[in-house]
């Protein structure tokens, strides 16, 4: 093992809670089997959804591209299985607005054939050029296993001003309930390793700092085991703390580094970038197998299901299906949560896919959620400042966001909450508070928004009356030249006694027509009058 | 199968504001039956009446505002409010003095302002300050701990003297009263009696005065408890203590004939009492970090003014309601510095 411990740093506030972690790590992880239909959303993370390249009715295979995503901040999507495509267009997806939104829609054929969609897998990867790494990443679609589902191909790719001297693996895990990172580590220790070796090739950081929350000692131990002799000092697992949210990316570079993420930077400006294991594991199966991102490891769980358990699953694949697999409901669930306590979102229906960041299903008793008393006035008590690990003030944040005083909530960094929940959990008056920032947020969000249109419409209006007045000048000036012309000609014709030019005689005879005609109109005019 | 949805976090809270102002109550149990034991009934019949009236007025005042009387009137800030007034007041305070002050902490002090969590000012100083005012000779009924021993009056006894007036045969009030030891060394030293020689009258024991110094130690005990159960932060007891030691420790080494030891500064009056239960009455006090200190210093620095130099043997109620005064100025200018940023409000 490495000579020296490592220095571990300190983050504000945090909380410990009740771990339910034990639950869903008894069984060993299974393989859910293919289900009826697939259903994959457009859009899995944030920047631009991808574009489907697939029609109704067409035959897909396993590992084909049914979606492209061709912008920087992109991901493709794949098949997960052979099939034929029965839908594009809206279905329910997994997001906390529970409102549909175009997904592509397999009929499984059950054959899981890959036909020729598989990518060539790559032997010597220990010297991967790390273009093609880069190249291989992005092909397979791969985003950040942890939730928030970013385009990992992104991260692999530091601007060349950054110098990157350390890697952080985050394999923390901080939420309650959520094991799928521990299971990973616990069976695919090698692959992680191997990934991590590769993201290594891309990066090339002077060390490796690979993040494990102490309570987590079996994927401690394997991990160790496959890392073997390459533990050195410079490539360490460090065994952290197990408070709450220390898995946040900015906690966990926090901790392992002693850095400060700074409020609206990234983690690359202070020479960091982390990457969670999940995704190291999904890098390696990309490269050394050729295999796209088509599956993932969910931990479902909760009081609400009978048997807890994490499961190796088809993307696309309905979390109704993972209850089933799980045990079933019992008679008094009450909540669906996708992602974990403190920061998921509740699910509106069980139809919804398991999407590429979406690693945890909880199934929840109302005893578990339920807050327990009525929401009380904010007595100051000041709980939440000693829990927020972005150092804010809690309860003067609710305070304008209820008086939407949004200005003020800007100005004491509303922006800053990371929505980890702690104050919500620590409030003995029981407001849900992150639900307030998220008011707030959406309000300033929207505002803006309305803001910037109506500047467009201004901008549009000025172009538009800027067009008419230079149109206008425009016909003037040509009307001028026009008469200036005329009476230049007219000039000419008078001095010079001259016959008249074929133009001239033109617009006499015009003038004639148009005289004539008035004259009949006038005279008309005066039929009717009498 | 449908669920209902909810925004997150999906985890039940562990705290409540009853078992909070619970656990406050609780901590107060060892020096209110302290204060009991040196000063008779009269503590334990002004706590009921007072936490009577404290909840009768908020039942009033809910009923009137027309707000839910059950998650308000259970969650104990009344209980709390009432308690901590009954303590502040001398143990034979007559029944009307405790309605009026009660009655003006709960109505104007707390519900005119919103209720729970709206009041600017420490409603049970508020209404203390009103009575201490209006009734300053009520206001000097304090006993004295060793001729009460003495006298043992009976529960009927201390009953007749709250709510009638009268004390049992051959006693009378001037026989049973006495100053207290912080209003002794005030009189004193504005004699220019040396305090040496001040503090050689019975009345005074090893820290403070007698009796006065044990009731002081049992609501350390509850106060300390407080903090390791962390209900309350360790920055407005630990500042204000400190100033106050530190203050009184500076003018005492100057000339203590003049100026009492901080020992006998902590250790009398309110001191204990106001840092860990009152001072932290969390709506009132500043909400930072830093600023708790700030606010602890500045009750611990003008309890020493008051006690000192002021028309007031003791100064916590006034030293608290001017701190309270000064809690959004307080709290504006003590942000604590954002994470990833280089200071309140700034990028980093």
């Known amino acids: 093992m490495t000579a020296t411990p490592h220095k571990l740093w300190q983050f504000h506030g945090g909380v410990q809670l009740p771990e339910h972690k034990a639950e869903s790590t008894t069984e060993p992880v299974a393989a859910a089997p293919l289900p009826r239909q697939l259903i994959l959303p457009l859009r899995q993370h944030i920047g631009e959804a991808a574009t489907p390249v697939v029609k109704r009715g067409e035959r897909v295979k396993k590992g084909q591209i049914i979606a492209r995503s061709d912008t920087y901040v992109g991901a493709h999507l794949h098949a997960p299985t052979s099939g034929r495509i029965a839908l594009v267009g809206d279905q329910p997806v997994p997001h906390p607005s529970g409102l549909s939104a175009p997904c592509i829609v397999i009929e499984v054929d059950g054959e899981d ?47 060349p001003h950054q110098k990157i001297d350390t890697l952080v693996i985050n394999g923390a895990e901080c939420e309650p309930y959520i094991t799928c990172d521990d299971m990973l580590m616990r069976t695919q220790a090698e692959a992680v390793i191997a990934g991590m070796h590769l993201v290594r090739r891309a990066l090339k950081p002077e060390r490796c700092l690979i993040g494990i929350e102490d309570n987590k000692p079996e994927a401690i131990r394997a991990m160790t085991e496959a890392l073997g002799s390459e533990a050195q000092d410079n490539i360490r697992i460090v065994s952290i703390p197990s408070i709450y949210p220390t898995g946040g990316e900015r906690q966990l570079v926090r901790v392992l580094t002693g850095r400060e993420v700074p409020s609206e930077g990234l983690p690359a400006d202070v020479g960091v970038v982390c990457h969670n294991v999940g995704t190291l594991a999904a890098i390696y199966r990309a490269v050394v197998l050729g295999e796209p991102l088509i599956s993932r490891l969910v931990t479902v769980t909760g009081s609400g299901v009978h048997r807890p358990r994490n499961l190796q699953v088809y993307l696309g694949t309905p979390v109704a299906d993972l209850i089933a697999l799980a045990g079933g409901y019992t008679d008094d669930v009450e909540r669906l949560i996708m992602g974990g306590p403190m920061m998921g979102f509740a699910l509106a229906s069980d139809a919804v896919p398991i999407i590429k960041g979406g690693n945890c299903i909880i199934a929840a008793r109302a005893a578990d959620v339920e807050r327990p008393g009525p929401v009380m006035p904010c007595i100051r008590c000041g709980e939440c400042v000693k829990t927020c690990p972005a150092s804010l003030l809690p309860q003067q944040l609710y305070w304008f966001s209820r008086a939407r005083d949004f200005e003020k909530a800007q100005e004491y960094s509303l922006f800053d909450c990371i929505e980890c929940g702690c104050c919500a959990h620590v409030c003995p008056s029981n407001i849900p508070l992150v639900q307030y920032y998220r008011f707030a947020k959406n309000e300033i969000w929207s505002q803006e928004r309305e803001r910037r249109q109506a500047e467009a419409a201004k901008q549009r209006h000025e172009l538009r009356r800027e067009r008419l007045q230079r149109e206008e000048r425009e016909k003037a000036e040509r009307m001028k030249r026009k008469q200036a012309t005329t009476q230049q000609t007219a000039t000419t014709a008078t001095t010079a006694h001259t016959g008249e030019d074929p133009k001239q005689a033109v617009i006499r005879a015009a003038l004639a027509r148009a005289q004539a005609r008035k004259a009949e109109q006038a005279g008309e005019n005066n039929n009717e009058n009498r | 199968m449908r669920f209902k949805t909810f925004s997150s976090p999906h985890m039940a809270p562990a705290r409540s504001v009853n078992r909070v102002m619970g656990q406050v109550l609780l901590a107060l149990i060892p020096g209110t039956a302290a204060m009991t034991w040196y000063f008779g009934w009269g503590v334990l019949i002004n706590v009921s009446l007072a936490v009577t009236v404290a909840l009768a007025c908020e039942a009033l005042m809910l009923l009137l505002r027309g707000r839910p009387l059950t998650p308000h009137i259970t969650d104990l800030s009344a209980v709390l409010a009432g308690w901590l007034f009954a303590l502040a007041v001398p143990p034979l305070t007559p029944w009307w003095v405790t309605l009026v002050g009660v009655g003006f902490a709960m109505i104007m002090a707390k519900h005119l302002y919103g209720g729970l969590g709206y009041n600017p000012f420490n409603p049970a100083m508020v209404g203390y300050v009103v009575v201490l005012i209006s009734f300053p000779r009520e206001m000097t009924l304090w006993l004295s ?126 001191a204990i009492l106001g840092a860990f239960f009152i001072a932290t009455d969390p709506v009132s006090a500043s909400t930072t970090p830093k600023g708790r200190l700030i606010f602890g210093a500045g009750v611990g620095a003008l309890v020493f003014v008051i006690r000192t130099w002021g028309g007031y043997a003791e100064g916590l109620a006034f030293s608290v309601l001017l701190m309270n005064m000064m809690v959004p100025l307080i709290d504006h200018y003590t942000q604590p510095r954002v994470f990833g940023k280089t200071s309140a409000g700034k990028e980093g």
Do not use: C
Not at chain 1, 127 to 155: E, Q, S, T, Y
Not at chain 2, 225 to 254: N, Y
């Open chain 1, 113 to 159: 054939d890959w036909g020729d969609s598989r990518m060539p897998p790559i032997e010597d990867y220990r010297n991967i050029d790390p273009v093609k790494l880069r190249n291989r990443v992005r092909d397979a679609g791969i985003v950040g296993m942890g939730g928030a589902a970013f385009p990992a191909a992104v991260k692999l790719n530091p601007r």
């Open chain 2, 145 to 270: 701990p060793s001729v009460i021993a003495e006298l043992n009056l009976s529960l009927p006894q201390t009953f007749a003297a709250i709510f009638t007036g009268t004390l049992p045969e051959g006693l009378t009030w001037d026989m049973i009263t006495a100053a207290t030891p912080l209003d002794r060394i005030q009189t004193g030293v504005g004699l220019e009696q040396p305090i040496s020689q001040i503090q050689t009258s019975p009345f005074f024991g090893y820290l403070g005065g007698v009796g006065w110094e044990w009731i002081s130690l049992w609501f350390l005990l509850g106060g300390l408890w407080l903090l390791k159960r962390r209900v309350i932060g360790w920055q407005i007891p630990v500042a204000m203590l400190g100033t106050l030691t530190l203050l009184s420790g500076l003018f005492w080494l100057i000339n203590p004939e003049v100026y009492a030891s901080p020992l006998f500064h902590i250790f009398s009056g309110a």
